[in-house]
């Protein structure tokens, strides 16, 4: 039975946490959840740390993006007031987007790594982008296709995958090198 720290390294998802620059969003999410991914643990020992993962980052996932949603006008109004009274240089540091982005990071991830369904990933993913964007003064497109990488990363990392597929993968990878 491993904690939730455990359980999201032996994934590897923590390296494309770090190349994302969420560490803080990380360390923040890992405190919060803890408690509740051990606790549900020893519940449920009928269920691997992975579906427990899936479980507690689809209930995340929810709050977070309910969260975003409930604070839409405020957090846009805070934005303009920043942007408004200190100019560029001075960013307001949304951590309800944030978190949001952290969450659909790992939750696309893990749905790669379990080798599940990629449009259902992809529509999260693009869910997740079309509430943001507007936000971040991004594309939803671009926001979804970053999302998306890491479902390809999950699904590059994935046990299951089958080795003669990623022999094949691996050849065209290097023939266009």
């Known amino acids: 039975m491993a ?3 455990q359980t999201l390294e032996h994934i590897g998802v923590t390296a494309r946490i770090e190349s994302l620059s969420l560490n803080s969003e990380f360390t923040l999410f890992c405190e919060q959840n803890s408690r509740f991914f051990t606790r549900i643990t020893t519940n449920d020992q009928s269920a691997s740390d992975l579906q427990r993962l899936l479980g507690l980052l689809t209930k995340s996932h929810i709050e977070a993006l309910t969260s975003v949603e409930q604070n839409m006008g405020s957090l ?3 934005e303009e007031t920043f942007l ?3 100019g560029d240089e001075h ?3 949304n951590h309800s ?3 949001l982005l952290l ?3 790992l939750w696309v991830y893990l749905q790669g790594y379990l080798q599940m369904d990629f449009s259902l990933a992809n529509d999260y993913a693009e869910q997740t982008a079309q509430r943001v964007a507007p936000l971040l003064n991004q594309q939803p497109d671009r926001l979804r296709t970053e999302l998306m990488k890491s479902f390809y990363l999950g ?4 046990p299951t995958k089958n080795l003669s597929s990623q022999g094949i993968l ?3 990878k290097q023939f266009f090198s």
């Open 84 to 86: 408004e009274h200190l």
């Open 97 to 99: 987007v944030g978190n």
């Open 3 to 5: 904690n939730l720290l």
């Open 76 to 78: 846009q109004a805070m």
């Open 91 to 93: 960013k307001f540091q």
């Open 155 to 158: 699904d590059e990392s994935s």
């Open 170 to 172: 691996a050849r065209i």
């Open 103 to 105: 969450i659909t990071h």
